[in-house]
């Protein structure tokens, strides 16, 4: 897993100007450095799937057919057909190479291949984790900011209240219960939000479409919102917390800079750095949200594809679009890492 | 162990107690946590699997609250008051089982990675990064749905996927205990790595783990209820099957809201209770913290 390290060394080397700057070369090698270790993961991830998806109990050409009467003629045949009478080693070389070539193989449940299923249900998915996360981010950051610089006002309390409540909410229940209330409606409080899919059956075209989609993502993005918002309050707060009492800040008051002067240009900046590795860090459990939430407002996303996969049981699908999530986490933390690292010059120099 | 060191740990004990006494949410946490507990644990007493027989059910079916069913009865007319008891010993022990395996994982990870150094805590830290940065649910949906979801899948499945924060926390304190001099000079009397890591590093990292482990159960029992209500467990009656149940059987349509309403509050009381106290501990034996509060 070396290789594209060693690779990209000598290019480092040969950049001249570079190392008259020592910052930016060393975040170009620190870049490298993190993308070799995301490679290394993402090939574990690799080994990892083909391993635990042939821990399968039983035999896998069985489980795939789904107890379909099948003479043994056909099942040799399907089984020579998946490469499944080969020596492990080649199967695993064959599905490094599937793989890389985007082959995600054939769902059993859709009769389609998974990639061509993977590259419909990932506009919904981005679309509402999209704009649950900004949505989730901007909130977060902006009472996290205003509970940490008022820290024990009322404000300060109730909100770190509320996310203490809403961080041990299941995300699943949360979204029952909204569905119920606005969705469904309860007692005096009518049906307010359309709660399954994305879209009505008898949906206008143009802008009318768009109010459509977006009257159908209230309910789902609003439970994504609730249960992520809370621990980006958290972090914001308290890395706020820590910049107050910094002399710069003392410095910054002394100059006589109004109050939010302060905070604006000279605290929340630098407390804004872990809130910002944050989102990306935690991009999994967004990922996790998603899962449950669309397949509670059956929204048509690659987390209700899983869920599908799942409940089939289709292990091909599962496997398929395990990787994908997997992958992009990985490359997401990667992200961050090097995102981090431009950003605060304290760990640059460090 | 002499009597003396008894006498000190009595006494670091009880000034442990004093300090966590002054934490009243991390008091009241443990005040319900202990209910729970013990009520779980008396269930049989009262009680039997029968009560979530839907062929004996004793009511009416979507029945509201009332005084012979207090949180009404859910589709085919079972008491939900005593399923979500009965099922509380289903998702209480779930939940701890699988915290007591993360933690024992992260633990044995966390000391071996600091204590030994060199290359075994390079493969063993980048195992943990590894783990580190998988989809946690997704990986333990993936796990449960491939092995089966019995119980014991279930809490592997968790363990499995949650032990690494552990991991990197004790490593960090086994690190800080073993720069300590009294190290060294336990290794020059000619400690060997047994010695010194069960009987400087452990003790040094015991208090931690107590509050990890009681955030994990937390953690733990929501994971648990995710996975119920995905439905990759076995139908043994948790409160995450019950949640599940609901939503399959459209009590929201039912306008059956005490089938949805009390499942979760019950989750929801017991996490609180365990995240609490975990603060609470974690506030108490943090020096750090402490001075901030």
Redesign the interface.
Known sequence: MTTPLESAEPAVQAAGPADERPTSRGTLQYALSKAGGALFSIAMVLVGTFFVFRLLPGDPVRNLAQGRNMTPDQLDLERRRLGLDKPLIDQFLNFVGDTLRLDLGTSYEYKRPVIDLIGERIGPTLLLTGTGLVIAVSLGIWQGTRAGWRHGSRFDRVSTGVSLLLWSVPTFWLGLLLMMVFGVGIGPIPSLFPFRGIESVDAPDGFGYVLDVASHMVLPCLTLVAVVYAQYLMVMRSSLLEEVSQDYVTVARAKGLRDDEVRRRHAVPNALLPTVTLVFMRIGFVVGGAVTVEYIYTWPGLGQLFYRAIEVPDFTLMQGTFMLITVSVIVMNTLADVVYHLLDPRVRSA | MTSVAMARRRLALSRFWAEFRHHRAGVAGLVILLAAVLLALVAPLFIDESVTNVVEAPGEKWDGPSLSFPFGTDESGRSILLMIWWGSRTSLLIGFLAAVLSIVIGLVVGVAAGHFRGWTNGVLM?VT??FL???????A???A????GSTFTVIMAIAVTSWPSTARLIRAQTLAVEARPYIERSKALGAGHWHITTRHVLPNVAPLLLASTTLEV?SAI?TE??LA????TSNKTSWGTM?RA??DFG???Q?A?WY??IP?LA??VV??AF?LVGRALEAVLNPRLRR?A
């Open positions: 980048r990064d590894w940065v998988l989809p946690s649910l997704v990986t949906l993936v796990l749905a491939i092995l089966g937390a929501v209820s995710t209500f995905l439905g990759v949640l609901s939503y009590a929201a349509d306008g809201w949805i309403l979760g989750i929801l996490v609180m995240t901030a």
